[in-house]
């Protein structure tokens, strides 16, 4: 009976998540290795890269202790730079949520403009648009509700009596973003800052599927840090997010240390979601390769559920063609 009891246990809160999907307004999804998914965080970043060109790709699964249906968001995206002035891109995302099989595929082109400012030209100011087609599925079949559990006992010939609308829906998407970094290469500059702010869903769409209203509220992120040389091989870097939509907010604060030898470079860090989880990184770049790996630990009340489980994330970077002036900055945030 102990086993049918945390069945309900995990299906009631899957129901609570999907009717948080159909009454409240929605988030989107997040990474932990924000910074290895540039046009995801920034559309201004497009095209800001070590060489020509970019691809990214980015995995995330959370949530299988909770259910066996985990969630899963992917993305990939490429972008490359022309003239070290314009940047353009494009940028993929899949998500699958839970026993619902509700599915997110979000596709975007983006352009941005790079800024030098001053006679030495040391700042640089990005600006950039994001714009596309965001497409969302559900399966209303694979839903569960309360009225099919007879004794603590779920019944699959009951039927859950509920009535839905459409069982997909696409909307067009906007987002704009600005970026600024100070890049002064040279022996003596022991620390480079950076920071951005970008607002995606200014239109703020409907994305109901009962027919209603629900709107997508707009999502703000403030991004900022700094690297700072502690040798010629060793690296800090602090950053921290500030991310809000609706009345959800993230702050994501860490620090990342990264060795330098022979063009190559290892990486590790940690970072706290507040009030959600612990995050542990750590990664590799080799030659045009950076290659990722976090995880979470949960410190929320979810960990009642999630038994202090988190999720797990891998991001990878490939940076080809010529070389770019920015090459030269060997910051993990800039890794990509």
């Not at 700042?123 to 965001?134: D, Y």
């Not at 003596?188 to 997508?216: A, C, K, Y």
């Not at 929320?300 to 990878?316: A, P």
Request: charged share 15%; aromatic share 16%; glycine share 10%.
């Amino acid at each position: 009976m102990k086993i049918f009891s945390q069945k309900k246990y995990y299906q009631i809160f899957f129901v609570c998540f999907t009717i948080s999907i159909f009454t409240a307004q929605a988030q989107d999804a997040h990474f932990s290795q924000y910074s290895s998914s540039p046009l995801f965080l920034n559309p201004a970043m497009t095209g800001w890269t070590k060489k020509t060109y970019r691809i990214v790709s980015n995995y995330r699964s959370q949530g299988r202790s909770i259910t066996p249906n985990n969630y899963i968001t992917s993305s990939v995206s490429f972008d490359m730079s022309l003239f070290e002035k314009l940047g353009i891109g494009i940028f993929i995302l899949n998500s699958s949520a839970g026993d619902g099989g509700l599915k997110t595929l979000d596709g975007k082109i983006s352009a941005s403009f790079n800024f030098p400012l001053g006679r030495k030209k040391y700042h640089h100011i990005l600006s950039g648009v994001q714009g596309g087609l965001i497409s969302k599925s559900i399966n209303f079949s694979k839903l569960i509700f309360n009225n099919q559990f007879i004794n603590g006992i779920f019944d699959p010939t009951i039927s859950n009596g509920e009535h839905f609308g459409n069982s997909s829906i696409s909307y067009w998407d906007v987002g704009a973003g600005m970026f600024w970094y100070y890049d002064k290469r040279s022996s003596s500059q022991l620390i480079l800052p950076f920071f951005g702010v970008s607002v995606f869903h200014l239109t703020e769409p409907n994305e109901s599927f009962l027919n209603g209203t629900s709107l997508l509220s707009k999502k703000i992120i403030l991004y900022g840090g700094a690297s700072y040389r502690l040798s010629e091989t060793l690296f800090l870097i602090p950053q921290m997010l500030w991310m809000k939509q609706n009345t959800a907010k993230e702050i994501n604060a860490g620090i990342l240390a990264q060795y330098v030898a022979n063009g190559n470079a290892f990486f590790f860090g940690s970072s706290f979601r507040f009030g959600d989880a612990l995050i542990a990184t750590t990664g590799v770049e080799y030659k045009s390769f950076t290659f990722g790996f976090s995880y979470d630990v949960n410190i929320s009340q979810l960990n009642t559920g999630s038994n202090f489980n988190g999720g797990f994330e891998l991001s990878l970077v490939y940076n080809g063609g010529e070389k770019s002036l920015r090459e030269i900055l060997l910051i993990p945030c800039f890794r990509f």
